[in-house]
């Protein structure tokens, strides 16, 4: 193994694995911290261990987080990449400083960098200020976030109440000067006691030139856009051969279905443009889930009868008006956990109908559902979009694959749901 990899949810798993494989690794990605009763890790060029411990305490992220270092080590990985989400979701507790600490200490090194960039997907870093398309990341729809709202796109201002240690910032005159420039920089940086530099990035040639910069540090944090300049640096190292076939899954057939649970501004509109279409959907309303007037079972009887004869819509994503007001009923954890349990139930049982290629959007719920279906890893293949691949399992007793999609809510354009649908050879 050259790269393991801590993602703190799985649809940020899967996307830094697409990057992977897109640049011809062959990857991997286990679902949870690996039982290590259970055996080694699988081999592969690269092995993404996906986590839930974004938005959980602290301590436990750590925790979780060391446990999968542990296995990552022991598997021989050359390099460790700590992965979040590209609009750097975090609150002032963390949990993006705390476990950049635990990690840093546990391998001994005194500077990483953190750069959340990924162009491709409109996220891009520049004098340490993240930006959301043409938006300061303070002004998009991330400011109204549920459970991580980001109300300042300073980056380092963000950082530095999280860590221990000094933050300081990687200019873009450093990163776009190239490798030497930028590790010149950093070895100034280190001089002058910084321990974590937000590294600024505008465009693919910035990631290629960081993952030249830094390919030899022991330790980078980054969102998934770093993740694409890694791997030439690795070839280039003699460290690996790129695989053209590293993508390839197998062809499924079946009956298809999306589950949606993120409340993001992009996945709203991805469901407003599915029902626009006239296509079949079921809404899951989180009130009436407590009130007991609807239920998960009711809602996957209704799923299943519709799904025999056209794909189906299952989803909770609403306005943040409605999110709020859900919230303020029953509290934010509870409102969260309520809609996570109802919509990996509903997704278990479509499955066990006879589903065999499934979407599911948002973060929280794609952990849920893949929690509940009990896989255990998945097998990387093409990109439906930057960011979101399509992903093959085995699913636990019977073996049977399954395709998966795991896209993180802010991920995708108004018809991803068709498309990833379509790519997978859903007529639609």
Not at 114 to 138: I, W, Y
Not at 187 to 200: F, K, M, S, T
Not at 272 to 280: D, E, I, K, N, S
Request: glycine letters at 10%; one cysteine or more; hydrophobic letters at 50%.
């Amino acid at each position: 193994m050259i790269l393991g990899v801590i993602a703190d949810d799985f649809t940020g798993a899967t996307d830094v694995a697409s990057m992977l494989v897109r640049a011809g690794m062959r990857t991997v990605q286990v679902l949870g911290v690996p039982d290590p009763q259970k055996g080694a890790l699988p081999e592969a060029d690269a092995v993404v261990i996906a986590l839930k411990t974004r938005t959980i305490a602290p301590a436990d992220a750590v925790a979780q987080s060391l446990a999968a270092l542990q296995a990552l080590r022991a598997a021989g990985a050359r390099q460790i990449y700590f992965k979040y989400c590209s609009t750097f979701d975090s609150t002032p507790e963390g949990n993006i400083g705390p476990v950049t600490d635990a990690l840093m200490a546990a391998l001994g090194t005194d500077f990483t960098i953190a750069c959340p960039a990924f162009p491709e997907n409109g996220r891009t870093v520049f004098k340490g200020h993240l930006f959301v398309g043409d938006q300061l990341l303070s002004d998009s729809g991330m400011r109204n976030h549920p459970l991580t709202p980001m109300r300042d796109a300073n980056l380092v201002r963000v950082l530095q109440p999280q860590t221990r240690q000094r933050v300081g910032l990687l200019r873009h005159d450093s990163v776009g000067a190239g490798a030497d420039a930028a590790r010149t920089r950093i070895v100034q940086l280190r001089a002058d006691g910084v321990a974590i530099a937000v590294a600024d990035a505008v465009d693919n040639g910035d990631l290629l030139t960081l993952g030249e910069a830094c390919a030899d540090l022991p330790l980078l944090t980054a969102g998934s856009g770093v993740a694409l300049g890694l791997p030439p640096a690795y070839a280039r190292r003699g460290w690996f051969s790129p695989d053209d076939h590293a993508a390839t899954l197998d062809d499924l057939t079946g009956p298809a279905a999306v589950v949606s649970g993120s409340c993001s501004e992009a996945t709203n509109g991805q469901v407003a443009r599915w029902l626009a279409a006239g296509h079949t959907a079921l809404q899951v309303d989180p009130l009436a889930l407590h009130q007991g007037t609807q239920t998960a079972d009711a809602v996957l009887a209704q799923a299943r009868a519709a799904l025999a004869s056209v794909p189906v819509l299952v989803y909770a994503t609403a306005a943040p008006e409605s999110v709020k007001a859900v919230q303020a009923a029953l509290g934010v954890q509870a409102a969260g956990e309520l809609v996570e349990h109802a919509l990996a139930h509903i997704a278990r049982g479509l499955v066990a109908g006879g589903v065999r290629r499934l979407v599911v959007a948002g973060g929280e719920t794609s952990g849920a559902v893949v929690l509940a279906l009990g896989v255990a890893q998945l097998r990387i293949g093409a990109a439906i979009c930057p960011g979101v691949p399509w992903t093959q399992a085995a699913l636990p007793g019977s073996g049977e694959p399954l395709l998966l999609a795991l896209k993180s809510g802010n991920f995708g354009g108004p018809d991803f749901f068709v498309q990833a649908l379509q790519q997978a050879g859903v007529a639609l």
